[in-house]
């Protein structure tokens, strides 16, 4: 069935990169997601890519996505203790059915 | 971002009672979700309507309720709570050309 996985925990320190992985298994995805949630807040859209796409850039985010392997990434640049949250995955497949992953907590060190 | 609000925020309870959670939205968005956070688990969709005569059961529709009063009302009813309903609780909305979701903030919900 449907399945989105990402790992549970990334920790960098303040200034580096980050980059958090993501694997889903529905190959007829339309669109995938990265979302951001804070402590006590929803979650927030970060940004999306088309599944035609390979790439897409927004100031210090990048998203990969590599549809042979349906794998998709999220890396942050010049990381900063405000980008510490649980970051989710999600995929589309078509439809109203958005499946997410069980999130990545990102620690920042300072 | 208030154009997706949700009352109340925090609620404690205790088991057996009648628990509503409203969701109100100003994005004028056709389609709207019901969701549960558990930690470690991501999100679990509950409920979700598509119109205002539309409702459909998710993947954990058991236990709850909803209603659709008007395209910007969704609620979310516990008949009979009980205490692994503890969770927080998101509402989501999106347009159906894209289907992006927009959250809540999140009601977290104590059942004791």
């Known amino acids: 069935g449907e399945d989105v996985e990402q790992s549970l925990f990334l920790s960098v320190r303040e200034g580096d990169s980050s980059v958090i992985n993501c694997t889903y298994t529905?190959?007829?995805?339309?669109?995938l997601y990265w979302y951001k949630q804070e402590p006590g807040a929803g979650l927030q859209l970060l940004t999306y890519?088309?599944?035609?796409?390979d790439m897409k850039q927004d100031q210090r985010l990048t998203v990969l996505l590599n549809k042979k392997d349906k794998h998709l990434s999220l890396r942050i640049a010049d990381t900063q203790t405000g980008d510490s949250a649980i970051y989710f995955c999600?995929?589309?497949?078509?439809?109203?059915?958005?499946?997410f992953g069980a999130g990545t907590r990102l620690f920042v060190k300072a | 971002d208030a154009d997706v609000t949700q009352t109340p925020r925090n609620r404690i309870t205790k088991t057996g009672k009648r628990i509503m959670l409203e969701c109100s939205q100003t994005?004028?968005?056709?389609?709207m979700y019901w969701y549960r956070q558990d930690p470690g688990l991501g999100l679990q969709l509950i409920y979700y309507?598509?119109?205002?005569?539309?409702?459909n059961k998710g993947e954990i529709s058991d236990g709850y309720s909803v209603s659709r009063q008007a395209q910007a009302k969704f609620s979310l009813s516990l008949e009979s709570a009980i205490p692994n309903q503890t969770a927080l609780y998101f509402c989501?909305?999106?347009?159906?050309?894209?289907?992006?979701?927009?959250f809540g903030p999140g009601t977290r919900l104590t059942v004791l």
């Open positions: 309507s598509f119109d205002v005569k539309d409702i």
């Open positions: 989501a909305t999106s347009h159906s050309d894209t289907d992006t979701q927009y």
């Open positions: 999600a995929e589309n497949t078509g439809g109203f059915k958005t499946i």
């Open positions: 529905d190959s007829s995805s339309t669109y």
């Open positions: 890519i088309f599944s035609n796409m």
């Open positions: 994005k004028g968005h056709d389609r």
